[in-house]
């Protein structure tokens, strides 16, 4: 017989990620997303940035032992169904990330390996990619690095095209995670295409090009997505298609506004003023 006064077990999603000033990347971007898909949202911050739609003007790193401390309060109270990663900032902090994620719970972990903003502000420190690779990527279920930073993280040239992002993709899976999603919305061709390989099969989602400056936050929305969606029981592939579709979704609403001088967010919330 079952307990009408049970209570509720709501779906929790955990984002380990810096904060944006300006609310429309980061753990304020997070947030928002898993909001809008109807999952709890915890937040660990690894560094405040000075931010708005033009850039960053400031940076600074919370301490690596208070990352840490954030993620063992979380970890030892609530029952985090996924977790997302965004930027990490160094070594020293990715490091810790690593401790702690090894010492709780958190759920399937997508990283976004955030390396450098829209605006083209560099978010990782250089020497720090060996231990995002050793570390991190090999931590994850998924990896959601755009051209640039897939590029980066091979040390090749970017991909110009999909053969090119499908052979990228094979490469990056070699790293150690679990399946690869190669964002192309920052490419040339007329539609935005991504490439998602898990060691198996190759899928190529796409969907047309949204001409639009508002698309500041896109990859840290996208990975929050990812996460809301693994969170709530969803499977990994089904996770990234409905992640990217909200995404898509998200940047058509928001082409029209005006937030900010430079590059506007995408509206996160529109899924909540249309239900």
């Known amino acids: 017989m079952s307990d009408n006064n049970s209570p509720t077990l709501p779906s929790i999603a955990l984002t380990i990620a810096g904060s944006d000033s300006s609310g429309g ?38 301490p690596p032992e208070f990352v840490v401390a954030q993620m063992e309060a979380v970890g030892s109270d609530l029952t985090v169904g996924a977790t997302k990663t965004g930027m ?20 399937p972990l997508i990283v976004d390996p955030v390396m450098i903003a829209t605006s083209g502000d560099q978010l990782l420190a250089d020497d720090a ?15 959601t690095p755009n051209l640039a930073e897939a590029a980066r993280l091979l040390e090749q040239d970017q991909a110009n095209d999909v053969d090119r992002m499908i052979t990228q ?12 999603l190669v964002k192309g919305g920052h490419g040339d061709a ?3 295409v ?12 796409s969907h047309p090009r949204v001409v639009s400056q508002n698309t500041h936050g896109t990859g840290c929305t996208l990975s929050a997505a990812i996460a809301a969606n693994r969170a709530s029981g969803m499977a990994l592939r089904s996770s990234v298609e409905a992640a990217k579709t909200y995404v898509w979704e998200a940047i058509v609403a928001a082409k029209d506004t005006r937030l900010g001088k430079g590059h506007g967010p995408v509206d996160h919330l529109y899924k909540i003023r249309e239900a």
């Open 194 to 205: 991504d490439v998602f390989f898990d060691g198996n099969d190759v899928a190529v989602i």
């Open 88 to 107: 990490l900032f160094d070594t020293s902090c990715i490091e810790a990330v690593g401790r702690a994620l090894d010492a709780h719970r958190f759920g």
């Open 25 to 62: 990347a980061g753990i304020q971007a997070d947030l928002k997303t898993f909001a809008a898909h109807g999952v709890y949202g915890a937040s660990v911050i690894t560094a405040l940035t000075a931010q708005n739609t033009t850039g960053v003007s400031g940076v600074h790193q919370v």
């Open 169 to 180: 993709a094979q490469a990056l899976k070699k790293l150690g995670p679990g399946a690869v």
């Open 129 to 143: 990619i060996d231990a995002m690779k050793s570390i991190i990527i090999t931590r994850a279920e998924i990896i």
């Open 190 to 192: 007329g539609d935005a």
